[in-house]
């Protein structure tokens, strides 16, 4: 078994592939022409999203993100959180949490995207001691 995806429903896909490609610097891999369904690329994994009309259509009960009572999160590893911050909330995030070092050594910060999706923002992790 292998982690392909991760699909979140939101309103508006090619929104919403143009404000993470602005606020993370992410590279668009693929959108459909019906514009309701986009991939990024990530890396060995994609991060996709489907419209909410979409999933609607195919029988779903798709739910709205809300940072506020998040039910997932996305994380982002960066070597300068602050500037990721910065970036983000300049592209249009809501910032939810200022950058914070968090007591195991990694800096932590957390913005909302335009979606209302919780997106965590943070230092890699280092290696586990031995």
């Known amino acids: 078994m292998q982690f392909g995806y991760t699909i979140l429903y939101v309103e508006d896909v090619p929104k919403t592939i143009a ?62 959180v602050a500037a990721a911050v910065q970036r983000a909330v300049g592209a249009g995030a809501r910032l939810v949490q200022a950058p914070e070092q968090m007591p195991w050594g990694q800096t932590v910060a957390y913005v909302a995207d335009i979606n209302g999706a919780l997106v965590e923002l943070c230092t890699p992790m280092g290696a586990p001691s031995a």
């Open 19 to 80: 404000f993470y490609e602005q606020a993370f610097g992410l590279v668009r891999r693929f959108v459909h022409e019906a514009g309701d369904f986009g991939e990024l690329d990530t890396g060995a994994t994609a991060l996709a999203f489907s419209s909410l009309r979409l999933m609607a259509e195919l029988g779903k009960n798709p739910q709205r993100a809300s940072a506020d009572a998040p039910s997932f999160e996305i994380a982002f590893t960066t070597p300068d």
